[in-house]
């Protein structure tokens, strides 16, 4: 009865708007101007009042109004930031207010971030006493003097002197998977909750805490009930790396004002989900972190959920291991208490809204009672990672839920800081330098060539070894050690075999930065470096060269050459590795014609700043070099139809509706940059009509789909026949290249089935291709996932191996190493078939837009000559007289000819082995004496039919595993719902699970 009367009082519009009761007590003395009861401010408009003049007729009224689900009760982006920019005015100017007076308590400020993708408003407000929002910015600028203390400019003893006497900051967002709306309005409420009420208890909150709302996140996907973003990426794996536009504009503006604690909203199927965390928690998260998390915040949300009997859970389903989330991320880079809070869509929106708006209310309750104490640890932590990173000491791994009691490793090893070297990789290596100068991390350059010891190069075992001067240095004895450990470490160390995603991710891997590393001693005493704000490595040569070289070991590289081609100039690449102009370059180096460059009228100094990779000239070709033509480059669709999409919306939102497209599409115009002209989306229509010939494509990357044998496949043959390239991902790409008769490569299933997922390994290259061309420094492979593609090495055959495995993992993994596993396999294989050649790679090189160096394998293969090297002496310019104002395919003599029709393999269905994989399936493993149990939690836990039908079971002498096939496919946050039951389950028979994949 008890709950039903809750439910009643939640759906109606004064519990939205006008219930709740004070936050108790505390020593403080009480602000003046304030009541003793629960009174509220009347000149301020409701959110009724507000629209009830129907001059918005898309607002939802009453608010709070809608039945279960995530539609029907939603108000579109515009709407919820129009009502914040309305309650602004009225506290700020008493615009729109019966009695036209500002509010003696409270001030607004806002702080626009752009527009999304989609051209929606981007922004986030912060409120407080007027006191405190005139001191933020200006005055005693609180926000800078906080921002300080995190960046350990201003001392520990300073910070600790001000946490009396100055507010704290605190962060509230939601939203950033569109389709999990409710949070919005459920800050709305928070919204008119601390504006209007006039009692003590919320004015001591207000002078505690400058409190930042973002109601919306991704706009473009909540207007358009979509999880993603515009471009089909979940803004929920990208908050680190920083991809999408939305959270790229955000995250630095929010790191200038580091808060005690961040709410990450969410939703999910059904109940409600708030810390305690699940294990693994990633091992250099703060003690402050967890233990405000873990032991202040969540506790006090257990007591106010129970008071009004209100279903949650706790432990049993999100982890804080992989720094991408909107939890983990602001832990590690701001020191606050991260927290996602997961509220079901079962009930009615009304109950949807009022539970966040509990869970919010309640975390800003028992933060500001407990300000100073909070305050002063979060103050300290800064300090203790700098005498950790002088310490070179990794924090060890330490495990927070009660269902596990066993940490399966410790951080082996000490790091001291890391060197990423200027001349290799530049442009990558700049890009990530920007990435961790945009946070706050200090980074230095050598002034001289040092000769240190304890270096491990990355993959490598530590040497001594000589940095040259200019090499990027980045010591961990600052107060942004734990993100910099995070985020560039080799391994992170899973204390516990349990993971919700991904379970390694190392920026400097994923993108390919061998020959940098990390110390593992401190370099010796007196050397030198200077500071820097930005890697500048963009250089001016000289205006009269014949020749100009840069090396295309980076992404950014390869993007310099499409830059060129594309305005005009010739450009030719190195088949082998040359010393020219006092420096040594890789393979595929980049030789630029300097004629048409200035007949073109090019700033090679402007695209060389750009692209931040250093460019010289030189009198003459110094090696024999291969003429590069323009890209036309074809973009699989998988289907009849090219899909919405933020550059071609077509008839629909621009929303995109393909992952795969999209995230390709993405990758390459939008984060490599290459000009949006030069990737044109294919259908099967167009393939099956022979257009890759007749549109005169150079290239044609499948993403993934599979071309059934028959016309598309026999148009797929005679595009690479006749010279064309094609880029094939994964076992579909490879299946629609057998199809074709281009290649015989074929999988094979590894016994027992291997886990990999996400998983970095160790990696062999070769440069004889030009598909490896640019690694001469060797590189890695990232399995993102455990159903990647194994390739069978007898079915290679005239093909030659890019790239193979090698022996170690750099994290968590399963059966994946050893004889007759992955040691040695091929991953990437070129094929050559007539004039052309196909590149086939056993992973997804656009996954998540993380893999800069897998970015270059595919432009390597996109751009592979197909003329004969030219001799250095040699000069073979395009022919004006034919249009050839740059590089074009038919400037130089093919290296091979192309087959004859009856030369041609025949088109047949062939399609690779059918792997076998537990990717997709849920698997809990407990010890063999325990599958009783198990079995009871399962029961427990009412399975739905539907559920209860994938149901497997699978027992070892000593384990028993409990299986749900096919389960991973659904969303995340409704599988997490009946998971975290069983998970409770086992809880509360005192099983610990051995391992889980959930």
């Not at 304030?34 to 009042?49: A, E, H, K, R």
Request: net charge neutral; charged share 20%.
């Amino acid at each position: 009865m008890l709950r039903r009367r809750l439910l009643a009082a939640a759906l109606s519009a004064a519990a939205i708007i006008g219930a709740g009761m004070p936050a108790a007590a505390n020593a403080q003395a009480d602000p003046a101007q304030c009541t003793p009861d629960l009174q509220y401010d009347s000149n301020i408009p409701s959110w009724d009042q507000y629209y009830g003049d129907g001059h918005n007729p898309a607002a939802k009224l009453p608010f709070g109004t809608g039945g279960t689900g995530r539609v029907e009760g939603k108000n579109q982006s515009a709407v919820v930031l129009e009502y914040f920019d309305a309650v602004m005015a009225a506290v700020n100017t008493g615009a729109g207010t019966a009695s036209g007076q500002p509010s003696p308590t409270v001030r607004m400020k806002k702080y626009p971030l752009g527009r999304s993708v989609l051209n929606r408003e981007l922004a986030f407000y912060v409120l407080s006493t007027p006191d405190n929002v005139a001191n933020l910015d200006e005055g005693r600028q609180d926000g800078p003097f906080w921002a300080g203390v995190r960046a350990g400019t201003i001392s520990e003893a300073e910070g600790l002197a001000a946490v009396r006497n100055r507010p704290a900051l605190a962060w509230v967002t939601a939203t950033p998977h569109g389709n999990e709306p409710a949070a919005a309005e459920a800050i709305v409420r928070q919204l008119y909750e601390l504006v209007t009420r006039k009692d003590c208890a919320n004015q001591r909150r207000l002078k505690n805490l400058d409190l930042f709302l973002m109601p919306v996140r991704n706009p473009d996907g909540r207007d358009n009930d979509q999880r993603t973003s515009a471009w089909a990426f979940d803004h929920n794996r990208d908050f680190g790396t920083r991809q999408q536009s939305e959270n790229r504009s955000f995250i630095p503006q929010m790191n200038k004002y580091p808060g005690l604690f961040f709410i990450d909203a969410h939703q999910q199927s059904s109940g409600y989900f708030f810390p305690p965390n699940e294990d693994p928690v990633h091992h250099e998260l703060s003690d402050f972190t967890l233990d405000t998390i873990q032991n202040t915040i969540g506790p006090a949300l257990q007591q106010k959920f129970n008071d009004q009997s209100g279903q949650y859970q706790n432990y049993n389903s999100y982890d804080m291991f992989t720094p991408e989330y909107g939890d983990s991320v602001p832990s590690l880079i701001m020191g606050a208490a991260g927290m996602t809070y997961e509220k079901g869509v079962s009930e009615a929106y009304g109950k949807q809204a009022y539970d966040h708006y509990l869970a919010i209310d309640e975390t800003i309750n028992v933060v500001s009672d407990q300000k100073v104490r909070l305050l002063t640890k979060w103050v300290e932590q800064w300090q203790e990672a700098i005498d950790q990173g002088a310490a070179c000491n990794l924090q060890p791994n330490k495990l927070v839920s009660p269902l596990h009691d066993v940490i399966t490793q410790q951080p082996s090893h000490p790091v001291c800081g890391y060197f990423f070297r200027a001349d290799e990789h530049s442009g990558d290596v700049a890009k990530l330098i920007k990435e961790l100068l945009e946070v706050g991390v200090h980074v230095y350059k050598l002034d001289s060539a040092v000769n240190a010891t304890g270096v491990r190069e990355f993959g490598k075992p530590a040497t001594t070894k000589t940095l040259p001067a200019g090499t990027f240095w980045i010591p961990m004895a600052q107060s942004q050690k734990h993100w910099i450990q995070a985020v560039l470490g080799e391994d992170p160390f899973i204390a516990f075999p349990y993971f919700y995603d991904v379970v390694t991710w190392s920026y400097p891997l994923q993108r390919g930065l061998a020959g940098s590393g990390f110390l593992v001693e401190n370099l010796p005493v007196g050397v030198t470096t200077t500071e820097i704000t930005a890697p500048a490595l963009g250089t001016t040569p000289a205006p009269d060269a014949a020749v100009y070289a840069f090396d295309t070991d980076s992404m950014a590289g390869l993007g310099l050459v499409v830059d060129l081609l594309d305005r005009g100039a010739t450009v030719y690449r190195s088949g082998s590795a040359f010393t020219a102009a006092g420096r040594s370059f890789a393979t595929g180096a980049a030789l630029v014609d300097g004629a048409t460059v200035r007949t073109a009228g090019i700033d090679l100094a402007a695209l060389s700043a750009a692209r931040e990779t250093p460019i010289a000239g030189l009198a003459s070709y110094p090696v024999a070099r291969y003429l590069i033509a323009k890209p036309k480059i074809g973009l699989f669709t998988g289907g009849t139809t090219v899909p919405s999409n933020p550059l071609q919306p077509g008839t629909g939102t621009g929303q995109c509706t393909s992952t795969s497209f999209c995230e390709a599409l993405f990758t390459l115009t939008q984060k490599d940059k290459l000009p949006a002209s030069a990737i044109v989306p294919i259908t099967t229509t167009q393939l099956a009509a022979g257009e890759l010939v007749t549109g005169q494509y150079t290239a044609f990357i499948n993403p993934g789909s599979t071309i059934a044998a028959g016309a598309g496949a026999s148009a797929l043959q005679a595009f690479v026949n006749g010279g064309g390239r094609y880029v094939g991902s994964n076992a579909g790409g490879v299946t629609s290249a057998r199809n074709a008769g281009i290649t015989q490569l074929n999988t094979v299933n590894l016994s027992p089935t291997i886990t990999t997922p996400g998983t970095e390994y160790s990696a062999e290259y070769t440069t004889a291709s030009p598909v490896g061309w640019g690694f001469d420094r060797g590189g890695f492979i990232y399995r993102d996932a455990s159903s990647n593609p194994v390739f069978d090495p007898a079915t290679v055959g005239t093909g030659t191996v890019v790239a193979a495995y090698g022996t170690r993992a750099f994290g968590y993994q399963v059966n994946s190493l050893g004889a007759g596993k992955l040691d040695g396999r091929p991953a990437v294989v070129e094929q050559r078939l007539g004039s052309g050649r196909a590149t086939l790679l056993g992973f997804n090189p656009f996954f998540r837009a993380w893999k800069d160096q897998d970015e270059r394998l595919v432009l390597n293969a996109v751009l592979a000559p197909s003329g004969d090297p030219i001799a250095p002496a040699a000069v073979r310019t395009p022919d004006p007289a034919k249009g050839q104002t740059s590089a074009t395919a038919e400037s130089a003599p093919p290296a091979a000819e192309s087959l004859a029709k009856a030369e041609l393999p025949k088109v047949a269905s062939r399609p690779v082995v059918a792997s076998t994989t537990t990717q997709k399936d849920v698997r809990i493993t407990v010890r063999r004496s325990e599958l009783g149990k198990l079995r009871t939690a399962v029961k427990r836990a009412k399975l739905s039919k539907a559920l209860r039908s994938k149901v497997r079971w699978a027992t070892t002498k000593k384990q028993a595993t409990f299986i749900a096939k096919n389960a991973r496919l659904s969303d995340d946050h409704d599988r997490n719902y009946w998971t975290s039951r069983v998970m409770g389950q086992l809880k509360s028979l005192k099983v610990k699970p051995l391992q889980a994949q959930l």
